[in-house]
């Protein structure tokens, strides 16, 4: 079988479309890779380009990210060692229910967040949570991160005239491969740790406090690998991942691509679109793969994360001294993704992912990939705009998206007494 990636598409594509339509129900996977994004991109301006990731990464030994601000945490935060990304249907039968089940919502991932020892009502009733990390709590550099979908703003709630101006569902793009029973939601949690019991427990404590008004639609766990032995982690690809994204700790970068603008209702001011994308890997393929194909697909030395082009995986591409390809080819995935023009700089992400491994699906296939998620202040001018640019690339033979959805990610709980989507649902 040859390796070149315009040779086999379509067989390589298809041997695993069965699998992934039968096992689609257990959960979904998307990806990053060598500093640009699978399905997403990084349109980051070199002026906007932060640091690679391990540049920004949490403290050794934080426990507490503090919960209460203008913006969620989760979106700024470094990306945590493990997550539980999971949609919601709403089955509230009104908004004042809705509305109880959010305040629920909230009252739970303060506590958890802020480490709060769980207290017991008594031997006469149930305990007051899982046990699974003894008296203590959870923390663990835990987020709770909660979005809302498109389907929220229908006629259920009398919340249509609120939704956020440019919220749809999920399109099918080119090359997809969604299956739609593991997409969208009217809710999105996004729960991030540093420790994987302290996830599960979290996500327990969650269902167990906003059940009957919340019914899971699909769930994905995920994992950033440690960044060995150079300091940037790896995707399951093999590349280095984060290297380009846009420098948001600076706050004028971040209002630039990140926190909702003009034309949005008022109440979302302070919240940002949330692309989850649900890629799996064909990684039995990939790996028959030579190394120096691999790299001219990405653009991007597999070992030091260098582009073609330079030495150091700081280095920038600079495509207008390289016209016709011969450095980094034309449609290499961080070429297409990130052009470096005037015309694409608006065209930025902050990309947040985590790998993903199920085992084996029912064919005895790796089922492996990536959570891809994005935030940005524009779906159409930020990702689906790389989107277009993407399409058809290369790596199309060794990716299937297959899953997630667009949401909006609410604006911060400000305080003690404020609560997830307040000003939406008061």
Not at 71 to 88: C, D, E, R, W, Y
Not at 196 to 220: C, E, K, N, S, V
Not at 238 to 253: E, Q, S, W
Not at 351 to 356: A, D, E, Q, T
């Amino acid at each position: 079988m040859s390796e070149c990636p315009a040779r086999g598409r379509v067989g390589r594509r298809a041997f695993l479309r069965g699998g992934v339509a039968a096992v689609g129900a257990a959960g979904l996977g998307g990806t990053a890779l060598g500093g640009t994004v699978l399905g997403a991109g990084a349109g980051a301006a070199v002026a906007l380009e932060s640091a690679p990731a391990q540049a920004v990464a949490a403290p050794a030994g934080a426990q507490v990210v503090p919960f209460h601000g203008a913006h969620q945490a989760g979106i700024l935060t470094p990306a945590q060692k493990n997550s539980v990304t999971i949609a919601f249907d709403v089955t509230a039968a009104n908004k004042a229910e809705l509305a109880d089940a959010m305040r629920a919502l909230t009252d739970r991932a303060r506590q958890l967040t802020g480490a709060a020892a769980p207290v017991n009502d008594g031997i006469s009733g149930p305990p007051s949570d899982s046990g699974v990390l003894g008296p203590a709590g959870a923390a663990s550099g835990m987020t709770v991160l909660v979005g809302v979908g498109a389907s929220l703003f229908d006629d259920r709630f009398g919340l249509a005239k609120a939704k956020p101006a440019k919220l749809t569902a999920m399109r099918t793009f080119p090359n997809d491969t969604l299956d739609r029973a593991q997409c969208d939601g009217d809710l999105l949690v996004q729960i991030g740790a540093d420790a994987p019991d302290a996830t599960l427990y979290a996500l327990r404590d969650l269902t167990r406090h906003t059940r009957g008004a919340l019914a899971p639609r699909w769930r994905m766990d995920g994992f950033v690998s440690p960044p060995r032995p150079d300091g940037t982690p790896r995707n399951l690809m093999g590349f280095k991942d984060g290297t380009a994204n846009p420098a948001v700790a600076k706050p004028d970068v971040a209002a630039q691509v990140l926190w909702a603008g003009a034309g949005e209702p008022a109440w979302a001011a302070g919240g940002s679109y949330a692309v989850v994308r649900l890629i799996r890997m064909l990684v039995e393929f990939w790996d028959r793969v030579t190394i120096s194909e691999q790299e001219r697909m990405i653009g991007r030395r597999r070992d030091t994360g260098a582009p073609l082009s330079g030495a150091l995986e700081t280095d920038l591409p600079d495509f207008s001294d390289d016209p016709t390809g011969g450095g980094i080819p034309l449609d290499a995935h961080i070429r297409l993704a990130n052009p470096r023009t005037t015309a694409t700089a608006a065209s930025i992400p902050l990309r947040r992912g985590f790998n993903y491994d199920r085992g084996i699906d029912a064919n005895g296939t790796l089922d492996m990939g990536l959570v891809f998620t994005c935030f940005q202040r524009d779906l159409h001018t930020q990702f689906e705009a790389v989107q277009a640019r993407l399409a058809d690339e290369p790596l199309v033979d060794y990716i299937v998206p297959f899953g997630g959805g667009y949401f909006f990610a609410l604006p911060g709980v400000r305080d003690g007494s404020d609560w997830y989507g307040r000003a939406l649902l008061t």
